[in-house]
């Protein structure tokens, strides 16, 4: 509806430090950039042209909504579904989420997941459930694709990432 879309166009902004490392991976032609999010087309578009602007958005590599898949997080068939239109092996791709709905769908899907939370989840038992890293924002934190990939290519598929500016588990 109209009302929804003025309240997107008035509210919605990305997670600090989410475009900065977008950016970042997007002018890398070795990394693969997606969204995945249980919203529907209609729903999502005008948000994702809001906060990652439409230019942006154009330059996904996988975008996969609500209406491509038969499951919704924390099933975690939406990533599946995207290393699959990637054709890469999940244990090389990195999720940025900010649920435990999420983590549960990157987790799942066999994918490392770094946590962004916010004031009302920072008391949330994201190590518990699994991720590989938690911090408050990208931006602050030096959050970089060499901070997220380098000890994966130095160290192998299953290091541990982020061990530098991560919170404590």
Do not use: H, W
């Not at 002018?27 to 602007?53: M, Q």
């Not at 290393?83 to 989420?97: F, H, Q």
């Amino acid at each position: 509806t109209d009302l929804y879309k003025e309240l997107i166009a008035e509210k919605a902004q990305a997670r600090p430090g989410v475009l900065e490392l977008m950016d970042e991976a997007l002018a890398d032609e070795n990394i693969f950039v997606g969204v995945c999010s249980a919203s529907t087309k209609e729903a999502v578009t005008k948000v994702l042209d809001v906060t990652l602007g439409e230019e942006r958005r154009k330059k996904l590599d996988v975008c996969i909504l609500g209406d491509d898949v038969s499951k919704l997080k924390p099933d975690p068939m939406i990533y599946v579904t995207a290393a699959e239109r990637l054709n890469i092996d999940p244990k090389r791709c990195v999720v940025i989420e900010d649920s435990i709905v999420g983590l549960k769908a990157a987790k799942g899907a066999g994918m490392k997941c770094v946590i962004t939370y916010t004031s009302s989840t920072e008391n949330e038992d994201f190590y518990g459930m699994g991720c590989d890293a938690k911090v408050p924002e990208l931006g602050s934190r030096g959050v970089t694709l060499d901070v997220i990939f380098g000890p994966m290519i130095s160290k192998g598929l299953d290091a541990e990432i982020l061990t530098d500016v991560r919170d404590p588990r």
